[in-house]
């Protein structure tokens, strides 16, 4: 069983910052794709950003400009820079590794924008 672990989430200002990090615990199989996803209260888990093996990324256009996803240099290992926060980013934020088989969800880590 692959372990996904989430971190970097918490409570931020308005227009503030945070790096969120997704962490594999498998990496002999080759990672095709690790999206970050979110769900807020009573909304439907939305994909936030992905990245592929190659480097390839795309990004909701929700977040185009203010967020990116990168990859580690280990290869199980991902990172979504959030900048230019804001109240409606509010959510708890997932990580999918996908193998191309088979693919497994981290528990999440919350994001809350407030002042």
């Known amino acids: 069983q692959v372990q996904v672990a989430e971190s970097g989430g918490g409570l931020v200002q308005p227009g503030g910052s945070l790096r969120l990090s997704c962490v594999a615990s498998e990496s002999i199989f080759d990672i095709t794709v690790m999206a970050w996803y979110r769900q807020a209260p009573g909304k439907q888990r939305e994909l936030v950003a992905g990245?592929?093996?190659?480097?390839?990324?795309n990004y909701a256009d929700s977040v185009q400009g203010r967020f990116t996803v990168s990859r580690g240099n280990d290869k199980n290992t991902a990172y979504l820079q959030m900048n230019s926060l804001k109240p409606e980013d509010t959510a708890l934020y997932s990580c999918?590794?996908?193998?191309?088989?088979?693919?497994?969800w981290g528990q999440g880590t919350q994001v809350t924008v407030s002042s």
């Open positions: 990245i592929t093996s190659s480097g390839a990324t």
């Open positions: 999918n590794v996908d193998y191309g088989i088979f693919n497994f």
